[in-house]
């Protein structure tokens, strides 16, 4: 695949799981596995929020 993706980051294999373009104001909540997820990191990027996490390490 020669052209870049936005979904998928060839750098680091991070992928977008959930995308979504909406027209005007919304709010959408998602439930998170929060017991096998750390967050790491929140930013604005061009009016997206991007949230950071990383799996924990342990028994599941």
């Given amino acids: 695949m020669d052209?870049?993706?936005p979904w998928w980051d060839h750098t680091t294999r991070r992928r977008i799981h959930r995308i979504e373009i909406p027209?005007?104001?919304?709010?959408?909540?998602?439930?998170?596995?929060?017991?096998v997820l750390e967050p790491v990191a929140q930013e604005l990027?061009?009016?997206?929020?991007?949230?950071?996490?990383?799996?924990?390490?342990?028994?599941r």
């Fill in 3 to 5: 052209e870049k993706c």
């Fill in 45 to 59: 990027v061009n009016g997206c929020l991007v949230l950071t996490f990383n799996k924990m390490k342990g028994p």
């Fill in 23 to 35: 027209y005007g104001r919304f709010r959408r909540r998602i439930a998170l596995p929060m017991h």
